[in-house]
């Protein structure tokens, strides 16, 4: 049994080691053990219109798929500049009161979005851009026509028709539209609805056919962004990055950079419902179109390093003189858990808490619903892990008594193992009949407790993803739950509270165990200093309740300190 609990620690401390190693390594930009490689700078797309078309990642299209009439199988993917020379582009500032929208005429793409409401933590007097085509970003939304040469795509030159490009006092929305000129004998037509509190865009497509002969075009809609970390990323914890597929079949399908860029990429590639996305930390971009139509998935990595992932729909045969329209929704915004899954089936899953979903969508409604209580995040925190400390009484209180008896017995089975050290069969003999005597069991205060890891774990992924904590406050000087304390005040008295919890158990007698009982919370510690401060809280709550058990338990069978 003493065994087992020494393997068991030198299990966790080595798992900690290692990780502690790999985040080292990650932050000093070598090549890590776990999650995403490090992504290194590519060369930044060229600003509009300072190069030819195609020169930059975005000007990659899908390949037209074999269900349109006029796309062979196995055919090349579409030339990726249109027939005509491409103008100038003309950009379109569209604000509403949560989002600054940017577009280009060139395509009618989405190339700048930033969310006014959520504060940019490196320059808190910025608001988070989410779409971004700089030097140092590019992430677009965009669509076109693909089926035969020269149809209009997110290439094509196109009108802005005259408009409001502010949402004004007493509106609920504003609508930008953009016309091609006649191109392959199609016409096509974008209209953007920006509506006051959302973060989702209605886009209308308007095919029309302008020429003598039917046509059967495919609309592509897809999204665009390179591979590199963002800013904020940490380097002492990994959230995930890059594009994602949804059906009914295979749920949430995460696609990493890294098996786009061996061609290895795994999902759905054609279904009657479903979406595509791009995930980051805490923010999120869709494509969804959710009546029941055929449409092709596909993802790849484009021409200049980025990443591309989107969806085909057929429109079917369109008659000369007849027109087509398509609608589509362009969600991009914050991860609000509800608020998704209210929009599409599914959508809430792009605040991915991976393996323990079932455990953490619980915790987060148990969080909210405190939350809308009291008002605050930092406390409702505070009362959530009180719950979980009650709800989980009966086994802490197994644990620490099974802890308090093994402390009691310790001088005696210090005393045994120095008396019959060189003789280890009978140590272990000896030790065994002392624990069944005593009806202690070793692992008593083990097992209780790691029943309860896979909880904790749960909530340690919902404060890590959920958007909720960016930017709230909570006591004093911690007005950012999402970053670091800026004083390192909880990660101080986290470690202070777990050497305490650590003095409170009871010292193994094996005296390198007992040297690495004192090291785990040391080396624990040096993670949190660099966490969240809700995360911070919650550990530190945590022990602190823990900690008053304990002694209460110690005290009430009379174990001395």
Request: overall charge positive; glycine content about 6%.
């Amino acid at each position: 049994m003493t065994d087992f609990r020494r393997t068991l620690l030198w299990m966790v401390f080595t798992v900690s080691l290692l990780m502690l190693w790999d985040a080292w390594n990650k932050h000093n930009g070598h090549p890590t053990m776990f999650g995403m490689p490090v992504a290194t700078d590519a060369a930044p797309a060229s600003a509009p219109g300072a190069s030819a078309p195609g020169a930059t990642a975005s000007a990659s299209l899908p390949t037209p798929s074999a269900a349109g009439a006029n796309a062979a199988a196995g055919a090349a993917p579409v030339a990726a500049t249109p027939a005509a020379p491409v103008a100038a582009s003309q950009l379109v500032t569209v604000r509403t009161d949560v989002v600054e929208a940017q577009f280009d005429s060139r395509g009618a793409s989405l190339v700048r979005l930033a969310l006014l409401k959520h504060v940019n933590q490196q320059d808190r007097s910025q608001p988070v851009v989410l779409f971004d085509r700089s030097a140092q970003r590019t992430y677009l939304a965009q669509s076109g026509l693909i089926g035969a040469q020269g149809w209009p795509t997110h290439l094509t030159p196109m009108n802005v028709e005259p408009g409001e490009r502010e949402l004004a006092a007493g509106r609920d929305a504003v609508v930008l539209r953009f016309v091609s000129p006649p191109s392959g004998g199609l016409q096509r037509a974008v209209s953007y609805t920006l509506k006051r509190g959302s973060y989702v865009i209605d886009v209308k497509q308007e095919v029309s056919n302008v020429g003598a002969e039917p046509q059967s075009p495919q609309l592509y809609l897809q999204l665009v962004r390179d591979g590199r970390p963002l800013p904020e990323e940490s380097s002492f914890y990994h959230t995930f990055t890059g594009p994602a597929v949804y059906t009914a079949d295979n749920k949430f399908q995460k696609i990493a950079f890294k098996d786009l860029d061996k061609g290895a990429a795994e999902h759905d590639k054609q279904a009657d419902n479903g979406w595509v996305a791009m995930v980051q930390h805490y923010f999120a971009s869709a494509w969804l179109h959710t009546a029941a139509a055929p449409r092709e998935f596909f993802s790849r990595k484009v021409d200049g390093g980025d990443y591309a992932v989107g969806m085909i729909f057929p429109l079917g045969q369109i008659a000369p003189g007849q027109s087509k329209v398509f609608d589509a929704q362009l969600f991009a915004g914050p991860q609000e858990e509800k608020k998704l899954a209210e929009l599409a089936p599914g959508l809430e899953t792009v605040k991915d808490y991976g393996m323990v979903t079932i455990l953490a969508k619980p915790l987060f409604w148990l969080l909210d619903k405190i939350h809308g209580l009291v008002g605050n995040w930092g406390w409702a925190i505070v009362l959530l892990v009180v719950l979980l400390k009650i709800a989980f009484y009966g086994l802490n209180a197994s644990a620490y008594r099974s802890m308090a008896k093994m402390k009691a017995l310790n001088p005696r089975i210090q005393e045994m193992r120095e008396r019959l050290k060189n003789d280890p069969q009978k140590m272990q003999m000896e030790m065994m009949r002392i624990y069944k005597e005593e009806k202690v069991n070793p692992i008593g205060g083990c097992l209780p407790i790691l029943i309860q890891i896979p909880v904790f774990i749960a909530l340690y992924w919902v404060l890590l993803s959920s958007v909720e904590m960016r930017n709230a406050p909570w006591i004093g000087w911690i007005t950012d739950l999402s970053v670091k304390d800026p004083y390192f005040v909880l990660p101080v008295l986290m470690t202070a509270s777990s050497l305490l919890q650590t003095w409170l158990n009871p010292t193994p007698p094996d005296p390198m165990q007992a040297k690495l009982m004192w090291i785990m919370p040391l080396a624990f510690s040096v993670m949190f200093f660099f966490f969240p401060a809700g995360l911070v809280l919650y550990w530190l709550t945590n022990n602190l309740l823990s900690i008053a058990q304990q002694w209460m338990i110690n005290k009430r069978l009379g174990v001395t300190q």
